[in-house]
């Protein structure tokens, strides 16, 4: 071989080894323990993730933007409007609807000594659970087993081995707790034992009970997520076991929960609806107030003293059907957003599960939000603007996210197994559990008596394995909130200023022509002493 092809063939190797170890050591920091507890806090508490999100992406660099380069007014309704709407979105929805649980509970508490208020089953948990209770004849033991025998995931179901244990945990929290909630650290270690047990198959899990009425075998199910079933099973066991509960009288007392399911979601919907549709009115008006003078503030002479908008009538009526076509494609985006299957069981979409609504939720929430937002629109330019911020902002938090994270998974971890059967990506409890299960370690041995992780002590237990596949899943997560920072953050603010200074320039120009044309006319009446044909038309309603 000659001297010249060794040369290039060390340079080749050289070159190949230098691009592993730079994409070993973006990996690395990839790899930090404290990002991979801070993402996974975000990624199993989703609507904090959207909160975190919504906040640096959009809620910031909005106020300071319209601050510094449109005006003081528009900076402070934009801080106003961006960060209620996160509130009002994200957040309230729970609260009201446990605020409706205690108005409506009536009497079930004291009659059966429950407290039905601190119940988040949503109607097809309480059906199903209660069809396992009475399948087992009210015996504790037995309604366990019926249920943890019965849960999978996508893929995977729990052994009978792994099973019994489960089922003693579970039985000897129960049977321990005098609260009717379970304790945040009795629930992540129960969590942790079930998500093992499924190697790591439990974002999705399906509960199918069956059992026979009127000689015909009947299945009960329902759709969960892990952190809800454990929550779930344990609060109605302890419905169960009260001393005023039998299996004689069990489905009176369900009757009566999922009754309150449906009232507590319908009263707390209504009420989120009414004050996400009310902000940006109130909004405009505190406006008005500071500034004294109608219109809206995205305009930058807004501050100005003698600023005015007038519209014609035409342009008062294309404003009307513009925000009926601009509310229709807001509803559009979320139907797309929410998909066919949840559409066809929205009065299900809509129950409320526990203190913060779910994404499906919040979307609802959201689109009532910007719509009225939309509706509200003073002039054509703030209803250009609404619809390109509101869409995109809708489209990057709510839509858009997923694909992008699950298109870095694809790219950087096509050999990891990173991407659940339903396209989505792997949480970080997924890969945990799933690693944990070949390893053999027992992550429930790492929760701390607040119910929290002790995520980097995990990760070591697991090896290089676990690391390489969390540094992944979290730049899946960083490149989707990059994307919406830079989008909705950096990139769209300016976009729409420039947008409107454009708007507001061509109608200065016309209003200017249109002066002009008056000065002519007015001129040509006073040299001839006659007024103009076509004004005098006018006059005499002569068309």
Not at 1 to 26: H, P, V, Y
Not at 156 to 177: G, H, L, Q, R, Y
Request: proline share 2%.
């Amino acid at each position: 071989m000659k001297l010249g092809a060794i040369n290039k063939f060390e340079t080749k190797s050289t070159t190949r080894q230098r691009q592993d170890n730079t994409s070993f050591a973006s990996m690395s920091l990839l790899a930090n323990p404290a990002l991979t507890t801070g993402l996974r806090f975000l990624d199993v508490e989703k609507m904090w993730g959207v909160g975190v999100i919504d906040t640096a992406a959009t809620n910031v660099p909005r106020t300071v933007y319209d601050t510094k380069n449109r005006n003081i007014f528009a900076g402070v309704e934009t801080c106003i409007r961006e960060f209620s709407g996160l509130f009002v979105n994200c957040f309230s929805g729970g609260l009201m609807a446990l605020g409706a649980a205690h108005l409506l509970k009536g009497t079930i508490n004291k009659d059966y000594d429950i407290n039905a208020e601190k119940i988040w089953a949503n109607r097809d948990t309480v059906d199903t659970l209660t069809t396992a209770f009475k399948k087992k004849d009210g015996n504790l033991k037995g309604y366990l087993e019926e249920i943890i025998g019965n849960v999978r995931g996508a893929k995977n179901k729990i052994s009978p081995e792994d099973a019994k244990d489960i089922v003693k945990t579970f039985k000897e929290t129960i049977i321990v707790t005098d609260s009717p909630t379970i304790s945040k650290e009795s629930s992540s270690k129960l969590a942790a034992k079930i998500g093992t047990a499924l190697a790591g198959d439990c974002e999705d899990l399906t509960l199918e009970v069956k059992h026979f009425d009127n000689g015909k075998e009947v299945v009960k199910k329902v759709s969960t997520s892990l952190d809800d079933f454990v929550r779930d099973t344990f609060s109605m066991a302890k419905v169960y076991t009260s001393k005023k509960v039998s299996v004689d009288n069990v489905d009176v007392v369900a009757d009566k929960l999922k009754n309150l399911v449906t009232k507590k979601s319908a009263l707390g919907l209504a009420t989120v609806l009414i004050v996400a549709t009310s902000i940006q009115g109130l909004n405009r008006k505190l406006t008005k107030k500071r500034a004294g003078k109608e219109g809206a503030p995205i305009h930058r002479e807004f501050a100005q003293e003698n600023f005015e908008y007038k519209m014609t009538d035409k342009e008062k009526s294309k404003l009307k059907i513009g925000k009926v076509f601009a509310v229709a494609g807001m509803t559009a985006i979320a139907a797309v957003s929410i998909g066919t299957k949840n559409l066809k069981n929205m009065k299900k979409l809509l129950e409320f599960k526990k203190p913060l609504p779910t994404l499906d939720q919040c979307r609802v929430i959201a689109t009532a939000t910007f719509a009225s937002r939309m509706i509200a629109a003073e002039d054509k330019e703030e209803l250009k603007e609404t619809c390109v911020r509101d869409y995109g902002s809708f489209a990057s938090l709510y839509f858009l996210g997923g694909p992008i994270s699950t298109f870095f998974a694809k790219t950087f971890g096509k050999n990891d197994n990173l991407i659940n059967p339903n396209n989505t990506l792997k949480t970080h409890n997924e890969v945990i559990y799933e690693e944990a299960k070949k390893a053999g370690v027992k992550v429930e041995e790492f929760i701390t008596k607040k119910g929290k992780m002790q995520t980097k002590e995990v990760i070591e237990k697991l090896g290089d394995s676990a690391k390489d596949r969390l540094s992944k899943i979290n730049g899946s997560h960083l490149t989707s909130m990059a994307w919406s920072m830079v989008a909705l953050g950096l990139v769209l603010p300016p976009i729409l200023d420039r947008m409107t200074k454009a708007s507001d320039e061509k109608r200065k120009e016309r209003l200017a022509m249109n002066s002009q044309e008056n000065i002519v006319e007015t001129s040509k009446t006073s040299m001839t002493g006659k007024t103009p044909a076509k004004d005098l038309f006018k006059e005499f309603n002569v068309k």
